[in-house]
């Protein structure tokens, strides 16, 4: 049984939400936004006691309006089965919780509040189901594309879709503005996600650098690993390889001069070690020669 105490201290809560509390609460939107909140955060937590559950470790989970973003520790060693559970979740929260105020209803319980927590459960199983990074949907996308194309171009792909689904629902607010309609959903949440597509494209090189730290462990275990090939010129920086390497598979790093021939051979072991001891500000030639 998961430690619940332990799940409740990974959730944090954004400075935009705590704001946007503020700003519904002056407009007379308390009720709804303390709804918003309980639904959401609820949402998030059974996204950490799901991870638990399969033993995974979570970081820390952060409440936005209309969401939150898990950081999960180890996450390409999760697999794509354990991630999309994960991920999952929280939407399935929303949905069975739909169904079960749509079941008070048919049997005449009365419920408090039913249309607006109908509501919000609606709009947040929807809305995290698109397919696009930070939402659920596009994490899920992530995980079922980095099995087919790694997880760099997964990333990408999650995350440009998350941009392009941003824009969509800004212009979609846009649109009813001129039809004289005014929602602020449709102009807060594009900013919440472009906020956290822009913190997981910085953290995506970290990802690929702390994969490096545990690869060698699991090859030891496993005993074999998939094997990727990247060809480079000596003069090549160390850094600029770490873009090309990708999870999962263990590389090799052919270095060739100018003229095109073979100088050696690097193990992303000893790419990793250049990043270590010159912060990767070092030749693959140079980082050949001290091996040599």
């Given at each position: ?36 909140f ?12 799901s ?7 979570v ?5 936005f ?7 999960i ?26 169904i ?22 609606i ?9 696009g ?9 992530r ?18 879709s ?15 503005l001129?039809?004289g ?18 913190q ?17 462990s ?8 998939e094997?990727?090939?990247i ?14 390497i ?47």
């Open positions: 049984m998961p430690n619940i105490k332990k799940a409740f201290s990974k959730i944090k809560i954004n400075k935009y939400f705590v704001l946007l509390f503020l700003v519904c609460t002056a407009a007379g939107y308390f009720k709804d936004v303390v709804l918003l309980l639904f959401v955060f609820l949402h998030e937590l059974c996204h950490v006691l991870a638990y559950i399969l033993k995974i470790k970081k820390d989970i952060e409440l309006p209309f969401g939150g973003t898990a950081r520790d180890n996450l390409d060693y999760v697999g794509i089965y354990k991630e999309i559970v994960i991920n999952i979740a929280g939407p399935m929260f929303n949905a069975a919780t739909a079960f105020l749509l079941l008070l209803k048919h049997f005449k319980v009365p419920v408090p509040y039913y249309t607006e927590m109908m509501s919000i459960n709009v947040l199983f929807l809305f995290n189901m698109l397919p990074f930070p939402l659920d949907g596009g994490k899920i996308l995980a079922v594309l980095n099995y087919f194309i790694g997880f760099k171009k997964a990333s990408r792909f999650a995350i440009l998350g941009k392009i689904i941003s824009i969509c629902i800004f212009l979609a607010g846009i649109l009813l001129i039809y309609k005014f929602n602020i959903s449709f102009f807060v949440m594009p900013f919440f996600m472009l906020y956290s597509s822009r997981e494209e910085s953290s995506m090189v970290l990802t690929i650098i702390r994969d490096m730290i545990n690869k060698k699991k090859l030891i275990e496993s005993g074999i690993m094997t990727g090939f060809c480079a010129f000596e003069d090549a920086y160390v850094n600029d390889i770490i873009k090309h990708d999870l999962d598979k263990y590389h090799i790093i052919i270095v060739i001069g100018k003229d095109m021939k073979l100088k050696g051979f690097l193990t992303e072991s000893q790419v990793f070690d250049g990043i270590v001891q010159d912060a990767g500000n070092v030749t693959l030639g140079k980082l050949l020669d001290n091996i040599i």
